[in-house]
């Protein structure tokens, strides 16, 4: 098994960044491929992106390409979240989660990721 926990939320102005910061402890995170969710009041929860286990496949939304960047350090068994150009429809609860899955054609969906974190808030004011 594995815990994660996440870290690098906050308050932000439409435009600015932050990083998110995904800490695994228990089995090695390189086990996993990872992916970073989000989830807004009265919304589902939907993935923003995801990376492979060896960090060489990665998967956007459409929402957040060219904005977010997944990757991660196997070495420090932590994934982070690079997010840039932040607008007022980012603001979320962002969780990471980690898939016993092998990548393949990439993420399936919420359920294939069996652990997840406590969630981070980020809040962007327009």
């Known amino acids: 098994q594995v815990q994660l926990a996440e870290s690098g939320g906050g308050l932000v102005e439409a435009g600015g960044s932050l990083r998110l910061s995904c800490a695994a402890s228990g089995r090695p995170s390189s086990y996993y491929h990872m992916g970073w969710f989000r989830q807004a009041p009265g919304k589902e929860r939907e993935i923003v992106a995801a990376i492979s286990s060896s960090g060489r496949s990665t998967y956007y939304a459409d929402s957040v390409k060219g904005r977010f960047t997944i990757s991660r350090d196997n070495g420090k068994n932590t994934v982070y979240l690079q997010m840039n150009s932040l607008k007022f429809e980012d603001t979320a609860v962002y969780y990471c989660?980690?898939?016993?899955?092998?990548w393949g054609a990439g993420p399936r969906g919420v359920y294939e990721y069996a652990y997840w974190g406590q969630g981070t808030q980020v809040t962007v004011s327009s």
């Open positions: 989660a980690a898939s016993t899955l092998a």
